[in-house]
């Protein structure tokens, strides 16, 4: 019987790094890097155990078309005070997509913002 408790012992172990390593690898390395320019309608901090930023911006093409929405997720406390600050105002979003996450410890949504830019309004047409 103990040999049997060892090596379920060692094979909950292996599993268990084998999930640390694939969720540490699906947050250093990103699928895809980008910019999104809109308007920041909301940002809030959600979650029962891992509380994590999440956040949803307009992005409007031209005036008097469809709004689409993006939906992002924020690691770092000054970027998400950024975005507090920036609330309402046109702004340029620096963003990673991380795909596979394990869980929604770390994030709701792909999208991991890095940075934050300040733009001035678009003069109406």
């Known amino acids: 019987m103990s040999k049997f408790i060892v090596r379920?012992?060692?094979?909950?172990?292996l599993l268990a790094v084998l999930f640390a390593g694939y969720t540490w690898l699906t947050l250093t390395w990103?699928?895809?890097?980008?910019?999104?320019a809109g308007?920041?309608?909301k940002l809030s901090k959600?979650?029962?155990v891992c509380k994590t930023w999440e956040g949803e911006m307009a992005l409007v093409t031209m005036p008097g078309t469809m709004t689409e929405k993006f939906y992002f997720s924020v690691r770092d406390e000054s970027i998400a005070d950024e975005l507090n600050r920036s609330?309402?105002?046109?702004v340029v979003l620096e963003y990673e997509e991380h795909?596979?996450?394990p869980i929604s410890c770390f994030a709701e949504t792909r999208y991991f913002v890095t940075g934050v830019k300040s733009v001035g309004e678009v003069p109406p047409l």
């Open 8 to 13: 379920f012992s060692l094979f909950l172990i």
């Open 99 to 101: 795909i596979g996450v």
């Open 46 to 48: 959600k979650g029962w």
């Open 30 to 36: 990103s699928y895809s890097e980008g910019d999104r």
């Open 87 to 90: 609330i309402g105002k046109r």
């Open 39 to 41: 308007y920041i309608q």
